[in-house]
């Protein structure tokens, strides 16, 4: 045990150190990044307007597949260490690969099929869709970014979260074995040991290089920076910022992450020592892959309506009007595997909801819809289910060797989870695309003058540019905004003819406090009117919504599951074939010899040493 070898003294420690870099182990993480990340990256893109509205708004020059390039040599050394750790970490079919980079290109009188890698000397290029890809693999590279994924259990809007259940000796030396954290932090006892900032306190860090302030500084540096070149670098650096920020919302609609479970992600996976990680995360992985993911057709049903489910960034967390946000959904309606209620004598005389009851206690977190009425079925008996009242399974149940009722997640559970949580994770992914990038405001032209009526932002300007045949831009004038009003614009030289090859293009800058800053440019065509695409028809409408998942409020209190009774009968009990729990899964969650319980350290498992993670990122001056 890691408490009695502290005593034992510096020498046991480091020998334990030692063994435990021996033992190999998989990094902690939610769901996958190469595999499921990325199906629902898809999945958001094909059901965005953002690529419908990049096209748009550049005469069919710019979309999801353009090109765009990043010079490795411009980037300040956090810039390029990430970015390089990323591509270390992308595997080859995630699509996250630029052509190019440093080394790509031989020399000139190299074969002609030695030169198919190079780009342009040392530049990197992939599609805008690729650095999105790119995003989503920084975001955990090193793993040990996954501690700004969670909240708080207790108290979700908590700048910084939680999860005492393991001891933090034990915490330290699993963040250095599995999670990227320096072995020297298990003797400094600076890793990770149980409380850090949480994806609330992320959405606002300055520092970051792949949190929102420093995308939003991108974004609008990719519209106002005065060449192609530097615009083009921006806008990707700004992907895969974004990519970082679907990473973080979807990973928030994992149960874990969502309650602050962390000793979750150390649940044993098999009998083999160090063998450990997050079961739910597994299972859609093996199950589903990254094209099959449930409730998510390859193609959406109806086009894309491009409203956001909220307006800010931490409305899609914690809600927003009648959008529960996802922490909700997932936190009170789901358990994740260490915040299922602990072991409990029940009396066999209690009647199935009497026993549910008990077994579930007070501090179980979940919506009051989900528990009020659940049952244990069948009981009394030595397995079963935890049902809610829609008949839903919330855990399964056992007799340990104490003959507690011991409760416990399950394929059966973990089927249920992802046939909910990963469209809801798509959807909030699809609604993050079109909240960043929402359809250019309603304008008219009239002669020599733009007539654009606003919503009612905090404060907007227009700033309209000159872009000659090489792509630099000059600024030719500048014009603040009313918002929520409509304001008169004159075009001055930009109304004029152009020279052959230039064009003008709009930039608006906007102010939505509390929501994210608008970035959003157009090329200024012949057209006399634009923006404000018309909402969906009726039946588009129609189609849309019963094709994608309903987040609101009510669905906690009454939604009843596809393919399970709408009244769940306390002395009812499940389909032997269909309902009687797995019998691998407890017996991978037991502890044996060679794996202890996964709330005890473990003597043949010492969590300790492991190579060093890359240096800490500092930020860079935008």
Same mark, same amino acid.
């Not at 990094?27 to 509205?53: C, F, I, K, N």
């Not at 179980?364 to 839903?392: F, I, K, M």
């Given at each position: 045990?890691?408490?009695?070898?502290?005593?034992?003294?510096?020498?046991?420690?480091?020998?334990?150190?030692?063994?435990?870099?021996?033992?190999?182990a998989?990094?902690?993480?939610?769901?996958?990044?190469? !595999?499921?990340?990325?199906?629902?990256?898809?999945?958001?893109?094909?059901?965005?307007?953002?690529?419908?509205?990049?096209?748009?708004?550049?005469?069919?020059?710019?979309?999801?597949?353009?090109?765009?390039?990043?010079?490795?040599?411009?980037?300040?050394p956090?810039?390029?260490?990430?970015?390089?750790?990323?591509?270390?970490?992308?595997?080859?079919?995630?699509?996250?690969?630029?052509?190019?980079?440093?080394?790509?290109?031989?020399?000139?009188?190299?074969?002609?099929?030695?030169?198919?890698?190079?780009?342009?000397?040392?530049?990197?290029?992939?599609?805008?869709?690729?650095?999105?890809?790119?995003?989503?693999?920084?975001?955990?590279?090193?793993?040990?970014?996954?501690?700004?994924?969670?909240?708080?259990?207790?108290?979700?809007?908590?700048?910084?979260?939680?999860?005492?259940?393991?001891?933090?000796?034990?915490?330290r030396?699993?963040?250095?074995?599995?999670?990227g954290e320096?072995?020297?932090?298990?003797?400094?006892? !600076?890793?990770?040991?149980?409380?850090?900032?949480?994806?609330?306190a992320?959405?606002?860090?300055?520092?970051?290089?792949?949190?929102?302030?420093?995308?939003?500084?991108?974004?609008?540096?990719?519209?106002?920076?005065?060449?192609?070149?530097?615009?083009?670098?921006?806008? /990707?650096?700004?992907?895969? $910022?974004?990519?970082?920020?679907?990473?973080?919302?979807?990973?928030?609609?994992?149960?874990?992450? =969502?309650? *602050?479970?962390?000793?979750?992600?150390?649940?044993?996976?098999?009998?083999? =020592?160090?063998?450990?990680?997050?079961?739910?995360?597994?299972?859609?992985?093996?199950?589903?892959?990254?094209?099959?993911?449930?409730?998510?057709?390859?193609?959406?049903?109806?086009?894309? !309506?491009?409203?956001?489910?909220?307006?800010?960034?931490?409305?899609?967390?914690?809600?927003?009007?009648?959008?529960?946000?996802?922490?909700?959904?997932? /936190?009170?309606?789901?358990?994740?595997?260490?915040?299922?209620?602990?072991?409990?004598?029940?009396?066999?005389?209690?009647?199935?909801?009497?026993?549910?009851?008990?077994?579930?206690?007070?501090?179980?977190?979940?919506?009051?819809?989900?528990?009020?009425?659940?049952?244990?079925?069948?009981?009394?008996?030595?397995r079963?289910?935890?049902?809610?009242?829609?008949?839903?399974?919330?855990?399964?149940?056992?007799?340990?060797?104490?003959?507690?009722?011991?409760?416990?997640?399950?394929?059966?559970?973990?089927?249920?989870?992802?046939?909910?949580?990963?469209? /809801?994770?798509?959807?909030?992914s699809?609604?993050?695309?079109?909240?960043?990038?929402?359809?250019?405001?309603?304008?008219?032209?009239?002669?020599?003058?733009?007539?654009?009526?606003?919503?009612?932002?905090?404060?907007?300007?227009?700033?309209?540019?000159?872009?000659?045949?090489?792509?630099?831009?000059r600024?030719?004038?500048?014009?603040?905004?009313?918002?929520?009003?409509?304001?008169?614009? =004159?075009?001055?030289?930009? *109304?004029?003819?152009?020279?052959?090859?230039?064009?003008?293009?709009?930039?608006?800058?906007?102010?939505?406090?509390?929501?994210?800053?608008?970035?959003?440019?157009?090329?200024?065509?012949?057209?006399?009117?634009?923006?404000?695409?018309?909402s969906?028809?009726?039946?588009?409408?129609?189609?849309?919504?019963?094709?994608?998942?309903?987040?609101?409020?009510n669905?906690?209190?009454?939604?009843?599951?596809?393919?399970?009774?709408?009244?769940?009968?306390?002395?009812?009990?499940?389909?032997?074939?269909?309902?009687?729990?797995?019998?691998?899964?407890?017996?991978?969650?037991?502890?044996?010899?060679a794996e202890?319980?996964? =709330?005890?350290?473990?003597?043949?498992?010492?969590?300790?040493?492991?190579?060093? $993670?890359?240096?800490?990122?500092?930020?860079?001056?935008?």
């Amino acid at each position: 045990m890691i408490r009695t070898l502290r005593r034992r003294g510096p020498i046991t420690m480091v020998a334990a150190a030692l063994l435990a870099g021996l033992l190999g182990a998989s990094p902690a993480a939610a769901w996958d990044p190469s !595999t499921t990340h990325q199906g629902l990256l898809e999945a958001a893109v094909t059901r965005s307007a953002m690529h419908l509205r990049w096209m748009d708004a550049s005469e069919l020059e710019r979309g999801l597949f353009s090109d765009l390039r990043v010079d490795p040599d411009s980037l300040a050394p956090e810039q390029r260490r990430l970015l390089a750790l990323a591509l270390r970490q992308a595997h080859v079919d995630v699509g996250a690969r630029p052509l190019g980079g440093p080394g790509s290109c031989p020399r000139a009188d190299a074969p002609p099929e030695t030169q198919r890698f190079c780009v342009d000397r040392d530049l990197w290029q992939q599609p805008a869709l690729g650095w999105l890809r790119l995003g989503m693999v920084a975001e955990v590279s090193p793993p040990s970014r996954h501690l700004h994924h969670f909240v708080d259990r207790e108290s979700p809007e908590a700048l910084r979260w939680s999860d005492p259940e393991l001891p933090a000796s034990t915490l330290r030396a699993r963040q250095a074995r599995s999670n990227g954290e320096p072995a020297a932090g298990i003797f400094t006892r !600076t890793n990770f040991s149980g409380e850090a900032a949480s994806a609330i306190a992320w959405l606002g860090d300055t520092k970051d290089l792949l949190a929102p302030p420093q995308t939003f500084a991108h974004l609008e540096l990719a519209s106002t920076a005065p060449s192609q070149d530097e615009r083009d670098q921006h806008l /990707a650096l700004a992907l895969v $910022g974004v990519g970082a920020l679907l990473h973080v919302l979807q990973d928030l609609t994992v149960p874990a992450h =969502a309650r *602050g479970d962390a000793t979750a992600f150390f649940s044993p996976l098999s009998p083999a =020592a160090g063998d450990r990680g997050l079961p739910l995360q597994e299972f859609v992985r093996y199950e589903y892959g990254r094209r099959d993911l449930p409730g998510l057709p390859p193609l959406p049903s109806a086009p894309p !309506t491009g409203e956001p489910l909220a307006t800010t960034l931490i409305g899609h967390v914690l809600g927003e009007g009648s959008y529960v946000g996802v922490v909700s959904l997932s /936190a009170r309606r789901y358990f994740s595997e260490s915040s299922v209620p602990a072991p409990r004598f029940l009396d066999d005389t209690l009647s199935a909801s009497e026993a549910a009851s008990v077994l579930l206690g007070d501090d179980h977190g979940l919506a009051a819809a989900e528990v009020d009425g659940a049952v244990l079925s069948p009981w009394p008996a030595q397995r079963g289910y935890l049902l809610s009242p829609t008949g839903r399974a919330l855990a399964a149940f056992d007799l340990d060797l104490e003959g507690r009722v011991r409760p416990y997640l399950d394929e059966t559970c973990y089927r249920d989870q992802a046939a909910r949580l990963i469209p /809801a994770a798509a959807e909030v992914s699809r609604s993050l695309l079109d909240l960043l990038w929402p359809d250019w405001p309603q304008t008219q032209r009239s002669g020599g003058s733009l007539t654009l009526t606003l919503p009612a932002w905090t404060s907007a300007s227009l700033s309209i540019y000159v872009e000659d045949e090489h792509g630099e831009r000059r600024l030719s004038s500048e014009h603040p905004l009313t918002p929520g009003g409509a304001t008169q614009v =004159a075009l001055g030289e930009a *109304g004029g003819e152009q020279a052959k090859g230039s064009r003008v293009v709009l930039v608006l800058v906007a102010d939505r406090s509390p929501g994210p800053p608008l970035i959003l440019e157009r090329v200024l065509g012949d057209a006399e009117s634009f923006g404000s695409t018309p909402s969906p028809t009726a039946a588009e409408s129609e189609a849309l919504d019963e094709s994608k998942p309903s987040l609101d409020e009510n669905e906690l209190e009454t939604e009843d599951e596809s393919g399970l009774e709408s009244e769940a009968d306390p002395d009812a009990e499940l389909d032997p074939e269909a309902a009687e729990p797995d019998t691998a899964e407890p017996e991978a969650a037991e502890p044996d010899a060679a794996e202890p319980d996964a =709330a005890e350290p473990d003597a043949a498992e010492p969590d300790a040493d492991a190579e060093p $993670g890359p240096a800490p990122i500092a930020p860079v001056p935008l």
